[in-house]
């Protein structure tokens, strides 16, 4: 009977522990796999070993065709060099890195994104956020700066000649003047 009891409170034990690792576990797939930015494991040479739901949607493209594939091979043509570079660089120091780069997604169109780079015993860990959005934007002011730099030498010119002409004027009234009181 004591016997049934020990086995019975060490069963109650378990299952609590099996819940509670179960919470964790489910909190651990929520942080990572619903993040608000992809997340990736590269090995050393540079293949994706992990990789988060949010990467994947990003990149457009199912997990399993992802995984164990060249990240080198999304980084659109332009870039490639680049990335290669960077992602030596970030094996080589264990401070984090950031790139931007575009990326090309499965339907072959590009995106803009932002790549934070860790080195780890595991490989590279990389944080992958869309910015295209913030690119367009900052397209947007330099466009805005160059028209409303244009604008402003062209209203600086407008009141230098304005100037010029008050000053022509003013100095023949001012002769006139003189001429009258002759």
Not at 43 to 70: C, F, H, W, Y
Not at 136 to 141: D, F, P
Not at 151 to 166: C, G, P
């Amino acid at each position: 009977r004591v016997h049934q009891i020990e086995l019975e409170m060490q069963n109650e034990t378990l299952r609590r522990t099996q819940g509670e690792l179960e919470a964790s576990r489910d909190r651990y797939v929520d942080l990572y796999e619903f993040a608000p930015v992809g997340y990736l494991t590269l090995s050393a040479d540079g293949m994706i070993t992990q990789i988060n739901l949010t990467a994947v949607t990003l990149l457009g493209k199912e997990r399993k065709q992802l995984l164990n594939s060249s990240l080198r091979r999304l980084v659109a043509s332009a870039d490639q060099d680049r990335w290669t570079e960077h992602f030596i660089r970030s094996k080589k120091h264990d401070q984090m890195s950031q790139v931007e780069l575009e990326l090309r997604r499965a339907d072959g169109t590009l995106f803009q994104a932002q790549l934070d780079c860790v080195s780890t015993s595991a490989g590279v860990r990389i944080t992958l956020a869309d910015i295209s959005a913030r690119k367009l934007a900052e397209a947007e002011i330099r466009d805005l700066n160059v028209n409303l730099e244009q604008r402003v030498r062209q209203r600086t010119a407008d009141l230098e000649t304005s100037n010029q002409q008050f000053n022509q004027a003013k100095l023949q009234a001012e002769t006139a003047n003189v001429a009258k009181s002759a």
